[in-house]
């Protein structure tokens, strides 16, 4: 059973138009993580949660924004996507493994 | 700064030819190594942490080692099933909370 669970798989938006990205997780982890992979890079951290303390990275856009309802559930919201925000999106939930989601791909037209 | 580097970029065997990939770092304060594997369009799928120098784990085909400025992953006779991206990230610091950073990974082709 898939502890990290992403949707959708893929999200078409268009420029501008604001989208959330939804992960949930089985494992109870405190931490999670959201990073943002574009074509043949490595993951790149966007902010993470400690329970319901917020941390963003510092070269994280303002159009990033996340919410944490719950340990469970975890929201990415992008507020007005770009084409440059095209990517592979992926939250872990982490203790002493982190394990990925399948992740969200965003296609911005 | 915090870093890490994945050599080679890209490796193509043969089915059966063992080979290492490997993981270079330079961190404050190693917590752990960790190896993914990574298929197209996939998230990472988790293989490996590794905590302290001369530590191994083996799965499969596939064994991990870590020394005090690298990793290796091992992979003996390949299959063409192995293929994938394998990337190594780091997590490093003393604090509650500590990131994982990333190679860009290397690009694994198995031929059969």
């Known amino acids: 059973d898939a502890m990290v669970i992403q949707n959708p798989r893929y999200q078409v938006t268009q420029f501008g138009k604001p989208v959330t990205l939804s992960c949930s997780q089985t494992l109870n982890h405190n931490v999670m993580y959201w990073y943002q992979q574009k074509s043949s890079q490595a993951p790149k951290l966007l902010f993470h949660y400690y329970d319901k303390d917020f941390n963003n990275e510092a070269d994280t856009p303002d159009n990033f924004q996340s919410r944490r309802p719950n340990t469970s559930f975890c929201f990415l919201d992008i507020r007005s996507p770009g084409l440059g925000d095209a990517a592979m999106y992926l939250c872990?939930?982490?203790?002493?493994?982190?394990?990925f989601g399948q992740g969200t791909r965003l296609t911005v037209v | 700064e915090d870093q890490v580097t994945q050599s080679p970029e890209a490796l193509r065997l043969q089915e059966g030819e063992s080979s290492s990939l490997n993981c270079s770092y330079t961190v404050s304060g190693l917590r752990g190594l960790f190896w993914y594997r990574q298929d197209p369009g996939k998230g990472p799928e988790f293989l490996f942490t590794l905590y302290s120098a001369g530590e191994e784990k083996e799965k499969e085909r596939l064994k991990a080692t870590l020394t005090k400025k690298e990793s290796f992953l091992h992979i003996t006779a390949p299959k063409p099933e192995d293929s994938a991206t394998y990337l190594c990230a780091v997590q490093a610091g003393g604090g509650a909370t500590n990131k994982l950073i990333f190679g860009t990974g290397t690009l694994l082709a198995v031929q059969p």
């Open positions: 872990a939930p982490q203790n002493t493994e982190a394990f």
